[in-house]
């Protein structure tokens, strides 16, 4: 399959225009093509330009209400609950951020939740910027049921991601750590059916519990957990965490983020802030990570952190620009043109 390269900035304008074109206003169009595009660079490809069509979908058929008005409300000096109001989730994911540097380093520790709200796109990258700013980031978030529980067929989990962000010594970038709970996320498996191609038998099962390799069969069907028993014990902790704590809907009540059917998919997330320096009491935190890093290195000469591969994909578009395959360029630029 052919790829063509656009800079990072023709990308992001790509996107934005495509966003404008679907009756988004300029600003939230630019902010949201700006984390597809990040995810896309950081090798994030489910969560990166091919979100931008489903997006599209999903605002046409008024499931993504683009005249969302994001707020947040103080409920005490170290807990915040932000609203989506049925839009995009970047715009209230910002408040919430927002809310957590300034909490987390003046009282050491902060949560922010968010109600009804849509896909929250690469964890990762947001509590990337709270590590940034000094702090420990963690965050989780449910999805539209896509993962049987251990021991089922049936969808009832979503992939319901994790992550968080640690600050590293010397100025080094942030140890990032973000995953999904599924094998793989929902995202590649639409990736992979877009393009023609196969996905690995370990990736899903059919709606039979039979592995298959054929991306619209493991759409039809369900994903498969992490670490089996476990992956699916976390699918749960996740669920009570952001549906249950921000009183959004359940994975399974939630309509899908990719089809138009349904109503909003009023999802929830969950963050949280540390300051490591009021919590281990100055520089202790840092020297111990040092020390971490030090033993890790001794303990795995081969080994890398988590996380790492986003650094050198970041720098290679600096250098070289986005890498896309034709097939999603055009589709960007037919829906540029509407």
């Known amino acids: 399959m052919s790829n063509i390269t656009l800079s990072i900035d023709d990308a992001t304008a790509l996107a934005t225009k495509a ?99 849509h896909h929250f796109g690469q964890a990762g990258l947001h509590v990337e910027q709270l ?90 069907g369900s994903l498969l957990a992490i670490g089996g028993a476990k992956g699916s014990a976390l699918a749960l902790m996740v669920e009570l965490y952001s549906a249950c704590l921000t009183n959004s809907k359940l994975s399974v009540e939630a309509d899908s983020l990719l089809e138009p059917g349904g109503t909003f998919p009023d999802l929830g997330h969950t963050f949280i802030a540390i300051n490591p320096m009021i919590i281990s009491e100055g520089n202790g935190y840092l020297d111990r990570v040092k020390d971490l890093l030090r033993e890790y290195a001794i303990a795995a000469p081969q080994g890398r952190l988590p996380g790492i591969s986003r650094l050198t994909f970041r720098e290679k578009a600096k250098q070289q620009g986005l890498s896309i395959s034709n097939i999603l360029y055009e589709e960007l630029n037919e829906l540029a043109k509407k």
């Not at 988004?24 to 700006?34: C, E, G, I, L, Y």
């Not at 896309?40 to 990166?48: F, K, P």
């Not at 993504?64 to 989730?89: C, M, Q, R």
């Not at 690995?200 to 298959?212: H, L, N, R, Y």
């Open 19 to 117: 966003f404008i074109s679907a009756s988004v206003d300029q600003n939230t169009a630019f902010q949201v093509a700006r984390v597809l595009v990040q995810s896309e660079i950081d090798g994030q490809v489910g969560h990166g330009l091919i979100r931008v069509g489903s997006y599209i979908v999903q605002i046409k058929s008024g499931k993504i209400n683009t005249k969302a008005i994001p707020s947040l409300k103080e409920v005490t000096p170290v807990v915040s609950i932000a609203d989506a109001d049925h839009g995009f989730s970047y715009p209230a994911i910002t408040l919430s951020l927002d809310f957590l540097k300034k909490s987390a380093n003046k009282y050491g520790i902060a949560i922010s939740t968010i109600r009804h709200s």
């Open 131 to 220: 590590a940034e700013a000094g702090l420990i980031g963690w965050c989780c978030g449910n999805t539209p049921s896509a993962m049987a529980i251990y021991g089922g067929i049936k969808p009832f989990f979503g992939t319901n991601p994790i992550a968080c962000a640690f600050p590293m010594p010397e100025n080094k970038s942030p140890l990032v750590i973000d995953m999904a709970l599924s094998v793989v996320a929902r995202g590649k498996i639409v990736k992979a059916k877009k393009e023609g191609t196969k996905i690995s038998p370990d990736w899903a099962v059919d709606k039979q519990g039979k592995p298959t390799t054929d991306p619209e069969e493991a759409l039809r």
